[in-house]
């Protein structure tokens, strides 16, 4: 089983609609968890940490689920530059920097 | 202030020749990463640098990949006897304590 992982879509959804991206991970010690947006030929960067009770900014919503080990990303109202790939990342051992990136979920908005 | 910078964003070389990729992170982060990414694919995680501790280099895919942090600053990524299976981008990133990773711009490398 893979440290990380991510359906790799694509997923292709309308303007305005709501879509989400499960990740789930292997390591239940797992401290730290994030995504990260990819454009394509572009280096990853950081859309937003992963925090127990859940976070918002904006239109995007993260949630982590401990029981169950996975995170989600619910992007709501979808924008036409949404479209990028969505890198689930972990850090599976506290006090180290190990971070595993999973593969990316494509999502293509589409007008 | 600064972000990670990485040089040079563009390498064309030869099979056979020896390359040097070059990363400079931001500046009072400890922990400097290497990643690789190939056409398509996830990122591939190479080798690690904490502070003064022995670097990770669990993630190095051959002997002729080494890497070396000076002064606990600059790194530099060093790629002998290319082959053509190295083209990619290769992706620097740095962090703080318990801060997230922030990325260089990557060096394309095209092996020829």
């Known amino acids: 089983r893979k440290e990380v992982e991510q359906d790799p879509g694509p997923f292709n959804v309308p303007e305005g609609a709501t879509v989400a991206f499960n990740c789930t991970y292997s390591n239940s010690a797992s401290q730290s968890f994030f995504w990260y947006r990819q454009d394509c030929r572009k280096e990853p960067k950081l859309l937003m940490s992963?925090?127990?009770s859940g976070n918002e900014d904006g239109r995007f919503t993260a949630q982590l689920n401990r029981a169950s080990q996975y995170i989600s990303l619910l992007i709501r109202d979808s924008k036409l530059s949404d479209s990028a790939t969505y890198l689930c990342v972990v850090n599976p051992t506290s006090g180290t920097y190990k971070y595993i990136f999973g593969t990316g979920t494509r999502l293509k908005v589409l007008a | 202030g600064a972000g990670v910078s990485q040089s040079p964003s563009n390498k064309v070389t030869e099979k056979g020749k020896d390359v040097e990729l070059r990363c400079d992170p931001i500046s009072g982060h400890t922990a400097l990463y290497w990643y690789r990414q190939s056409l398509g694919q996830g990122l591939e995680f190479l080798i690690y640098?904490?502070?003064?501790?022995?670097?990770?280099k669990s993630g190095l895919p051959s002997d002729r990949f080494s890497a070396e942090r000076t002064g606990g600053s600059v790194s530099t990524l060093t790629i002998q006897r290319t082959q053509q299976e190295d083209s990619a981008v290769y992706l620097c990133?740095?962090?703080?304590?318990?801060?997230?990773?922030?990325f260089g711009n990557g060096t394309r490398l095209t092996v020829t």
């Open positions: 992963v925090y127990s």
């Open positions: 640098f904490q502070g003064n501790s022995a670097p990770d």
């Open positions: 990133a740095s962090t703080g304590t318990f801060s997230p990773l922030h």
